[in-house]
């Protein structure tokens, strides 16, 4: 008996509509079609909506077979829209045409769902009329994440399938969810753990020839809590107040509102127009900018061309890290939770008891939350250095100090087997420094961690000049595994991101003395979509942090200089005002004052200080300073160009190998607004021009300030057009061929 079996496969997805099951077993056939199946399997989004369309129709109007299974190949649904096809035209079918008709059908459609059915994959699976999910399947409805919103009926359909407040979440926050949840809200029918297409051909021939009217999602009436305005309005505001600005989430919930509140045909010309409202914003772009920087990053290569495709990482299955303080704590946790074997080392009794506890309740609440078993049998706990001596790569994250770092990675030289790999968590020290007093520079890199370090995405891989490609390939093959944005760089004095956040502080400060307060800056950041601005983060953080590396670097003096010199360091424009803070204790909210007070010490709800408004008033008096009105645009001007010049001459030193990875870092390791790009991206947006001629505006104004004297590689960009950032490459390439 000839089968029909027609396999569609492609980047949008690895869809096949599979009857040939089902019509054997129905007793059905059709013709093979051959040639098809060569043809979708190298195919694109049009070509494999067309085949859908194509095959769900000779299986709708052949009358031997009487069910239709749809699933995907390779173990896949369907991950969604190919985010290319986004920028240009659309060919081919439609998607919401082909899920109506799929929706339509007379036959009953089932989704036979393995692996991901996301975004547009889970919108084709809610036109069917029944959803098998194998038990390691993944559904969500993602797009909010990519400034969008499911389009393609996925708004109205979700609401009416599991109601109102599960749907919300899901689609405001673009969350994933396992087969058991899926199942538990209702989006399934039946979770299998067995052969996912057996068991949906089978229940396909079950619900043969049952009427299909109670099945058609689109025609459900969407459950609305009595209270659902109140709902509605609690979700505006909660969505507006953790979306910073993102236009989104916003339209998610007016997309949903719309299911509830209008006939599913109003409803999808609702969600139409929202959409087509998100498309023209800027936001989904930048959105899909980083989506596309972050695969760049992975793509890493260092200046000798060495790169991802040529170097081969390193297996790690056992790790040590060292000094168990904030950072170490939850690296232990990051490690432990990838599968890992981890040594966990301390020399301080007490430390290392703290932490044992801290490391396992966070390893259990993680297990908690992902419903699995807490790896807390992958640690051992020593304070003996020695421990280390199998393990394959070696964390350190003792206190930021050269010299104890320096006698650290001795011992661990005389310790660790032959070719284990040393890694330092060092915020900024010389990565150089630390590898030239070790026997095996090649084998030294930096991996820069984020607090919290088994939350934060980010991990900056930092090479030396000694660094062999090997080892930065394991570092970056690691902080993959760990589910980290990990992006390599070069070494210098706070590499990347504190490098370019110094710049951003700093700006901060000179606006206080020139007739800003912490209020204004913080409220102009975070209206431009900081989750904070540098004075409430800095609370959070500690002042006392930045305090430390100030006088180390002989810049904060004690007591206070009175004059012009006690605003200049090397000739250049100081100001003194966070040192002053701290030398009154106030060391943010650990100590209840700061920029900010607090009811209490470790209080997080930052209240105006009367007190730090008069201690600025006084400063600017002894120096001589006259406060003049700063409004928000000069706040971000300063702050933020400020910050995407040190961006350039990190491009132009090389530091960075693309724009991208400077995105990536800013939005995934410093809060950065994902809507608005990155820095980089932000600054091609805002115009490449203005933010020059903005930089040579305040340099002239602010001789003084010579970091803000625009970029060499800003300048050369301008002069050759102001290329869009896709193409910042070759000109940096050009750049350092000259050079
Ligand atoms: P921390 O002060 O919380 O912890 C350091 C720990 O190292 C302490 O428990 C100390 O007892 C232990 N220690 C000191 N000498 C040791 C030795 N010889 N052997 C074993 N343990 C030893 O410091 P934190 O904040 O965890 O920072 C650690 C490193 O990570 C520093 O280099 C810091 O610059 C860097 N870092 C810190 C970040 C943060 O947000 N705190 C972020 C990124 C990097």
């Known amino acids: 008996r000839q089968v029909q079996r027609q396999i569609i496969q492609s980047t949008w997805s690895s869809l096949r509509t599979r009857t040939h099951r089902a019509v054997r077993r129905m007793g059905g056939g059709a013709k093979a079609n051959a040639t098809a199946h060569a043809q979708w399997a190298q195919s694109s989004g049009a070509v494999v909506r067309q085949a859908i369309v194509d095959t769900v129709k000779i299986a709708l109007s052949d009358p031997k077979v009487k069910s239709v299974v749809i699933c995907g190949q390779n173990g896949n649904f369907c991950g969604g829209a190919d985010i290319k096809e986004f920028g240009g035209e659309m060919t081919g079918p439609p998607l919401i045409p082909m899920i109506h008709a799929i929706e339509a059908a007379n036959k009953p459609m089932v989704a036979a769902i393995e692996g991901n059915a996301l975004g547009g994959g889970l919108e084709l699976a809610l036109g069917c009329h029944y959803r098998i999910a194998h038990s390691k399947a993944r559904l969500g409805l993602p797009e909010v994440t990519l400034g969008l919103l499911p389009a393609a009926g996925g708004s109205q359909r979700l609401p009416r399938l599991i109601g109102v407040p599960d749907a919300l979440d899901l689609i405001t926050t673009g969350r994933i969810v396992t087969a058991a949840e899926a199942l538990r809200l209702g989006i399934v029918d039946q979770v299998t753990e067995h052969n996912t297409v057996d068991a949906a051909v089978k229940f396909a021939l079950s619900v043969a020839g049952q009427p299909l009217d109670a099945r058609r999602i689109s025609t459900f009436p969407c459950p609305r809590p009595p209270d659902s305005d109140a ?18 989430p916003v339209a998610c919930v007016q997309a949903v509102r719309a299911a509830a509140t209008l006939p599913y045909e109003r409803g999808m010309e609702r969600e139409k127009e929202l959409m087509a409202t998100l498309f023209t914003s800027g936001q989904a772009r930048a959105l899909q900018y ?7 990053v992975g793509r890493w290569s260092m200046p000798s061309g060495a790169g991802w495709d040529t170097s081969k990482p390193r297996p790690v299955n056992k790790a040590a890290v060292i000094g168990l303080g904030t950072m170490g704590r939850g690296i232990t946790v990051a490690l432990a939770q990838t599968g890992l074997s981890v040594v966990a080392i301390e020399t301080q009794e007490k430390q290392l008891m703290e932490a044992k506890q801290a490391v396992t309740s966070m390893l259990e609440r993680g297990a908690k939350r992902r419903g699995a078993a807490p ?9 003996n250095i020695q421990a280390v001596a199998d393990v394959d790569l070696v964390i350190e994250a003792v206190f930021e100090d050269m010299a104890l770092k320096l006698e650290v990675f001795r011992q661990l ?36 961690f984020f607090a919290p370090a088994h939350v934060m995405k980010l991990l900056e891989v930092v090479y ?4 062999s490609p090997q080892a930065v390939a394991t570092a970056m093959q690691l902080g993959k595994k760990m589910g980290k944005a990990s992006v390599a760089v070069g070494n210098c004095r706070g590499f990347v991101g504190n490098r370019m956040l110094r710049l951003y502080v700093e700006q901060a400060f000179f606006l206080l003395e020139e007739g800003a307060t912490p209020e204004l800056v913080d409220g102009a950041l975070e209206e431009f979509g900081f989750p904070m601005g540098v004075f409430r983060m800095s609370d959070l953080s500690g002042l006392d942090v930045g305090w430390r590396t100030r006088k180390a670097a002989g810049q904060a003096q004690p007591g206070e200089a009175s004059g012009q010199s006690a605003r200049i360091r090397n000739g250049s424009r100081y100001s003194p005002i966070g040192d002053l803070v701290c030398e009154q204790g106030r060391f943010g909210q650990k100590t209840g004052r700061g920029w900010y007070q607090y009811d209490k010490p470790g209080s997080r709800v930052a209240r105006s200080d009367p007190w730090l408004h008069s201690f600025l008033e006084q400063y600017r008096a002894r120096h001589g300073l006259v406060a003049r009105s700063i409004d928000r645009q000069e706040v971000l001007e300063r702050c933020l160009y400020a910050l995407v010049n040190e961006g350039f001459r990190i491009l132009e030193d090389g530091i960075a190998a693309g724009p991208e990875d400077i995105d990536v870092i800013y939005v995934f390791g410093y809060g950065w607004p994902g809507h608005r790009g990155g820095p980089m991206f932000y600054a091609s947006t805002v115009g490449l021009p203005k933010v020059l001629e903005r930089l040579e505006h305040y340099h002239q ?17 301008v002069a050759s057009g102001s290329p869009p950032v896709h193409r910042w490459r070759e000109v940096i390439k050009k750049l350092h061929s000259q050079l």
């Open 701 to 717: 104004a602010h001789p003084d300030v010579p970091d803000l004297q625009p970029c060499g590689l800003l300048r050369r960009l």
């Open 464 to 467: 030396g000049k000694r660094s």
């Open 375 to 383: 790896a807390l049998d992958r640690i051992s706990y020593s304070r």
């Open 231 to 248: 709902l509605f309005e609690e979700a505006m505001r909660k969505v507006r107040g953790s979306a910073r600005g993102a236009m989104a």
């Open 413 to 448: 030289s005389a310790f660790c087997k032959p070719g284990t790999l040393l890694c330092t968590n060092t915020s900024a020290l010389d990565v150089d420094e630390l590898a030239r007093g070790t026997p095996n520079p090649e084998l030294v890199v930096g991996m820069h």
């Open 290 to 296: 980083v989506f596309f920087a972050q695969r760049a």
